[in-house]
T-cell receptor, first 114, second 114 residues
Framework: AQTVTQSQPEMSVQEAETVTLSCTYD???????LFWYKQPPSRQMILVIR??????QNATENRFSVNFQKAAKSFSLKISDSQLGDAAMYFC???????????FGKGTKLSVKP | NAGVMQNPRHLVRRRGQEARLRCSPM?????VYWYRQLPEEGLKFMVY????????ESGMPKERFSAEFPKEGPSILRIQQVVRGDSAAYFC????????????FGEGSRLTVL
């Protein structure tokens, strides 16, 4: 069975600084997607970034980028120039293929200090 | 284009009553997923449905819980004879038949059992 592990229950970053959130996963599949979702206090799940496993290039979305290490089954999220609005729970998620359910990690609570 | 719509946003039930949560997927999406989030935890998969079919219900409790996605109308998650442990946020997500792999989430329904 596939599993997703986030080993950092909480992280803190100073405004304008950079922070990296860790995620590892376990799968025997070759075709899959990885995601980072953000859940602010409003509880809405917001997609931050997506990575297809077959793509070697790391995905980037503005201040958000990933370090995808397929052999190591690692998928970390880097947030640059952190802003107060980045404070939220961040969930790493795995999806086998383009259908089927998402499997989530337990999340990392990110605090941003002014 | 309206997003995934869930209602009610908040529902209060007494032990033994029934709870019905509704989810209308995004326009053009034929796949619906239900997730449960307990306080301070990640999202746990419950069930994956397509129109008139349950595709994967491996995360559904065997008793008291059921889900449907009829040909017409929203998907419904039904919890019979609710207990205090059912108190949680229930999220619905949808996806198209083919696409970029991501799920689009509603704002969730918070169930409180007194």
């Amino acid at each position: 069975a596939q599993t997703v592990t986030q080993s950092q229950p909480e992280m803190s970053v100073q405004e304008a600084e950079t922070v990296t959130l860790s995620c590892t996963y376990d799968t025997s599949e070759s075709d899959y997607y990885l995601f980072w979702y953000k859940q602010p206090p409003s509880r809405q799940m917001i997609l931050v970034i997506r990575q297809e496993a077959y793509k070697q290039q790391n995905a980037t979305e503005n201040r958000f980028s990933v370090n995808f290490q397929k052999a190591a089954k690692s998928f970390s999220l880097k947030i640059s120039d952190s802003q107060l609005g980045d404070a939220a729970m961040y969930f790493c998620a795995y999806r086998r293929g383009s259908q089927g359910n998402l499997i989530f990690g337990k999340g990392t609570k990110l605090s941003v200090k002014p | 284009n309206a997003g995934v719509m869930q209602n009610p946003r908040h529902l209060v039930r007494r032990r033994g009553q029934e709870a019905r949560l509704r989810c209308s997927p995004m326009k053009g999406h034929s796949h619906v997923y239900w997730y449960r989030q307990l306080p301070e935890e990640g999202l746990k998969f419950m069930v994956y449905l397509q129109k008139e079919n349950i595709i994967d219900e491996s995360g559904m409790p065997k008793e008291r819980f059921s889900a449907e996605f009829p040909k017409e109308g929203p998907s419904i998650l039904r919890i019979q004879q609710v207990v205090r442990g059912d108190s949680a946020a229930y999220f619905c997500a949808s996806s198209p038949r083919t696409g970029t792999g991501e799920l689009f989430f509603g704002e969730g329904s918070r169930l409180t059992v007194l």
